[in-house]
Every structure is written in C-alpha cells, then in structure tokens.
C-alpha cells in the first residue's frame, strides 16, 4: 500500500543531542512538509521542500534541519539548539509531478513521531 | 504571507445537534481551503477541501464547509454530530503561488451523550 512512514514513533533527546526522524514516502510525491505539533499550538510549518535537493524554511525552522537528497526521503534532525523540543512530529506530502498548488491535491499525513527529552 | 483563525479551542455539543466551527484565513488571493481531523496521538485525516468552483464543498463523514471570500471564512458545518466525530478538527490553507500550507490552531470537539 502506498502511504508515508514515519519512524520512530516515539524517541527520546538528551541534552546536547542531536536526533533525526525519519520520513518516507512512496506515493512519488514531489512536495514534502514537516510539521510540529504542541497542544493549543495547532500544527506549526517546520520546513518545506517541492522538489529534490530543494528545501525552504518554515515558520519555526530554528534549531531544526532537513535534507532531501532522494524524493521518497525527507528526514528532519532536532538539533541541540533548539531548547525546546518536546512535540509530536508529523511528516506530510503531496503532488505528483508538481506541488499542491498545481495538481489540486491534499496531504497526506505520516501517524507521527513524539519526541521528548529526557 | 496566508495564515488561519480558529476562534473557538472548544466546541461541545450534544449528540444528534447540528455543528458549526470556524476558521477564518488571510491570504491576498484565492486560497487553497482544507478541514482535517485528528484523533488523539494520530495523524491527520482529510475531510474536504475547497480549490476552485462551487463554494459550498461536501466532504467525507457528512461533513461540509462554505467558502465565503467575502467574510474570509471556511467554516465546517455538520447537521448531526456522532459521538465518533468527537476530535481534534483543523482548518488549513494553501498559497497558490508555492506548496506552503499553514494550518489553524485547532478546534477540540467535545460530543455530550
């Protein structure tokens, strides 16, 4: 079945850690998001990419990164800068052969990974 | 740059009753419009979507929402409401100049018996 995966589903950060989850992706979408979620925040734009080897920042890109060096992959690393990390992660994608905008689509959603600190 | 409101964080009504949430977007063009739900712990589920055409769009479940550009707003309406829709609900909306979609703070949906 076609879908995104997301992994871990829980993980766990100590201080002065870096972490990565993972995202992946088989419906050969070409946009993939990154999304943080805290209660009464709602979903909050980490980082965006519409196509390999291309990404843009989000509204809460501090201490995060991402790459995208394949289509099915967008892995996102929690790096130790960001001080706050304690969330629930959701990947998402859309758009074969171009973005949301262009091809009428939705997104589709990973179930998640909850990251804490210990 | 687009952004979404959701006004209410809490919503409770009884079974049976009719539902309505709101969401009000900024944007300077025509929105690309999205209600998802959440169930706790889980990802999102898509429950309709507005892109172009017929501003009143049925969704999956009953569900249904009405754009209206003039007041800004997407809100979600349901004539019955189901002890099962009890959820997170989100408004969402798209730019159509790139594949940014920015998403409401949510709407926790409370069902009484």
């Known amino acids: 079945d076609g879908g995104i995966t997301q992994s871990p589903k829980y993980l766990f950060r100590k201080e002065g850690q870096n972490v990565t989850l993972s995202c992946e992706q088989n419906?050969?979408?070409?946009?993939m998001y990154w999304y943080r979620q805290d209660p009464g925040q709602g979903l909050r734009l980490i980082y965006y990419?519409?196509?390999?080897?291309?990404?843009q920042k989000g509204d809460i890109a501090e201490g995060y990164s991402v790459s995208r060096e394949k289509k099915e992959s967008f892995p996102l690393t929690v790096t130790s800068a960001q001080k706050n990390p304690t969330a629930f992660y959701l990947c998402a994608s859309s758009g074969v052969g171009r973005g949301i905008s262009a091809t009428n689509e939705k997104l589709f959603f990973g179930s998640g990974t909850q990251l804490s600190v210990l | 740059a687009q952004s979404v409101t959701q006004p209410d964080i809490h919503i409770t009504v009884s079974e049976g009753a009719s539902l309505e949430l709101r969401c009000n977007y900024s944007y300077g063009a025509t929105p690309y419009l999205f209600w998802y739900v959440q169930s706790p712990g889980q990802g999102l589920q898509l429950l309709l979507k507005?892109?172009?055409?017929?501003?009143l769009v049925q969704g999956i479940k009953g569900f249904e929402a009405e754009f209206k550009r003039s007041q800004s707003s997407f809100n979600l309406r349901k004539p019955s409401v189901h002890w099962s829709d009890a959820a997170e609900y989100f408004c969402a909306v798209g730019a159509n100049r790139d594949d940014k979609i920015i998403f409401g703070k949510g709407t926790r949906l409370h069902i009484l018996p």
């Open positions: 990419s519409q196509i390999v080897n291309d990404f």
């Open positions: 507005y892109f172009s055409g017929d501003t």
């Open positions: 419906l050969n979408h070409d946009a």
